[in-house]
């Protein structure tokens, strides 16, 4: 099969802009399913980086208001959303990559597409000369430390949301919050894992390819950065996890 997978760099942008863009994507993904165009949606990352922000998955209840407010108060924002997993940090020197996919392209099995997401950052991290994996907890690890962050939502399989993996972010930020709901763990990055500065662009290329082989796509394209960010509406019948 011939699979094109798409590539559109973001920058660095807010965390309600790239909610906007994975929603427009994902509107085009289903309203195709419905009939509703003829024009066949484009499988696509979207690459970016975040300001400052704290994000919970489906089981925020357990983040009281007071908790959300001293987040705030250290200069990041905080965000509410609906995929799988518990609090985790996004911000600038870390790569965040939103597969907006049609797992009818590939295997409709979230099972087996989270699996592929967590072999396509090994592979990243082996090119670097990383030995990560997988283990109970969620993400992906280098040893008890996690390298990369996965919390994914599914609707008609349909994917949003994805991984975020630490290239040289301010490690600060995360020692405000437990990354992840799991206690006694640590967090690492590329550039503290080699000793040397990792930028985001140094791992783009990297990342894309390794997803590119992983989800065997036989073609890679890549887009300009401009993506119309309107709202739609949340779709129905849907699936959150988190790795």
Not at 25 to 47: F, I, V, Y
Not at 70 to 87: M, P, S
Not at 127 to 150: E, H, L, M, N, Y
Not at 207 to 234: I, K, W, Y
Request: charge should be positive.
């Amino acid at each position: 099969m011939n699979r094109v997978l798409y590539v559109r760099n973001l920058g660095r942008i807010s965390y309600s802009e790239g909610l906007r863009a994975q929603e427009q994507l994902q509107r085009q993904h289903l309203d195709g399913l419905a009939g509703k165009t003829s024009e066949p949606a484009k499988d696509t990352l979207l690459l970016c980086e975040h300001h400052p922000v704290y994000t919970t998955g489906h089981r925020a209840g357990q983040y009281s208001d007071s908790e959300e407010d001293r987040l705030k108060k250290l200069g990041a924002e905080f965000h509410r959303t609906n995929r799988g997993g518990l609090i985790t940090y996004h911000g600038p020197g870390q790569l965040v990559v939103y597969p907006v996919i049609n797992l009818a392209h590939f295997r409709k099995s979230m099972k087996w597409y989270i699996c592929q997401l967590e072999k396509s950052v090994i592979r990243t991290c082996q090119s670097f000369g990383i030995q990560a994996q997988t283990s109970p907890d969620t993400g992906v690890w280098v040893g008890d430390r996690k390298i990369c962050a996965v919390g994914v939502h599914g609707s008609r399989f349909i994917t949003t949301h994805g991984f975020a993996l630490n290239c040289n972010p301010d490690m600060t930020w995360f020692r405000h919050i437990v990354p992840c709901g799991i206690v006694g763990k640590g967090v690492t990055s590329l550039s503290m894992e080699l000793g040397h500065n990792v930028k985001i662009q140094d791992t783009i290329p990297t990342m894309v390819a390794s997803f590119a082989a992983q989800f065997d796509c036989s073609e890679v394209r890549h887009l300009d950065q401009n993506v119309p960010t309107g709202r739609n509406s949340e779709d129905e019948a849907s699936c959150s996890t988190a790795v």
